[in-house]
């Protein structure tokens, strides 16, 4: 499974890379315009741009993700079918995201960034006896800082690099109260925090013409350590490809693909019963997804810019019972100064 994951990433690596050959092949002269709307990517796309000396950026992004029903790799199974197994199956579950974001650029090649999320999540059971309830949790979530390095300006192309670290400031001790016991250590899905240090690192391409806009972004999360309830949630690889048209030179829209593959958790946390609920078990927190976004950018003239990404799934191999993701909305604010 493994294996056929990694290929599925190198190919699509391989993909957008003749994408972005193609497009090239088609720019016209000219030099990159950061005023138009689609100079920044859609709004779901984190550390998409760079700023120039001095210059900082504020944003606050909203999204809001809902998942239904369970799957065992690509094929969708009833509630019945899990509580055949586990005598707890989840049912659905949101999580909105609140996200505050910083940028400032010391220098034309450097720009710093700082993300700072405050999560808001719940999720429905329902047990073998027929009993459903429900647990949520909320607080802010890890808090990443990064810096984006530029290494390549040609004319209307740019390539840089996503250097950053997570830290561990989101919580792994949530508690809620279920069925069987009251204040209960709740399963991996219901944190809203790592416990670990994580490196974050990619590299982002971005293309433009005289009506078009297009780039790819390749982004690589690694847990560094063992958080105290001893285990690691898995590593992420996630690459993106997107096209945009400018509209008019306040408005732009765009069409994303996004591929995620994520690893199972590694070691155990030694509160939570794997044989009751599947969100338990931490051989069962991997999969891959590919999914497709449409999404819209709106810069008004005193510089603010707007922005909204609807995004749906495509295809779901994921190593269950896992909830599917069933839609994920983002909308955004950025002010640049």
């Not at 293309?207 to 958080?227: K, P």
């Not at 510089?303 to 609807?310: P, T, V």
């Amino acid at each position: 499974m493994r294996i056929e994951r990694r290929v599925r990433q190198c190919a699509l690596a391989f993909i957008c890379l003749l994408a972005s050959i193609e497009l090239v092949a088609h720019d016209s002269e000219g030099s990159w315009d950061l005023s138009r709307p689609d100079s920044h990517a859609p709004i779901g796309v984190m550390g998409d741009h760079s700023h120039r000396t001095g210059e900082w950026m504020l944003s606050y992004r909203f999204m809001t993700m809902s998942m239904d029903g369970n799957r065992d790799q690509k094929q969708r199974i009833t509630q019945e079918d899990v509580l055949v197994t586990y005598p707890v199956a989840p049912k659905s579950m949101t999580m909105q995201m609140h996200m505050l974001g910083a940028m400032y650029a010391p220098t034309d090649r450097v720009t710093f960034m700082a993300m700072v999320p405050f999560i808001d999540q719940d999720m429905d059971h329902e047990t073998r006896t027929g009993i459903e309830f429900n647990t949520a949790t909320s607080g802010i979530g890890d808090v990443s800082v990064s810096a984006l390095v530029n290494t390549w300006d040609q004319k209307r192309h740019h390539v840089h690099l996503n250097l950053g670290l997570q830290a561990p400031t989101g919580s792994i001790n949530e508690r809620g109260d279920i069925p069987v016991r009251a204040d209960a250590p709740l399963p991996y899905p219901m944190q809203v925090g790592s416990g670990s240090w994580s490196a974050l690192f990619g590299g982002t391409y971005l293309g433009q013409s005289d009506h078009w806009s297009w780039g790819s972004q390749a982004m690589f999360t690694r847990r560094l350590d063992e958080n105290d309830a001893q285990y690691k949630l898995g590593n992420q690889t996630q690459f993106s490809s997107w096209l945009s048209r400018l509209v008019s030179p306040r408005w732009s829209v765009a069409g994303r693909l996004k591929f995620n593959d994520t690893d199972s958790i590694r070691g155990a946390d030694a509160r939570l019963n794997v044989n009751m609920v599947p969100t338990a078990d931490p051989s069962l927190r991997s999969g891959t997804l590919w999914s497709g976004s449409l999404s819209v950018n709106f810069k008004t003239r005193s510089g603010n810019r707007w922005a909204l990404e609807i995004e749906s799934p495509i295809s779901q191999d994921l190593d269950g019972p896992q909830l599917e993701t069933d839609l994920v909305v983002t909308a955004g604010w950025q002010y640049a100064f």
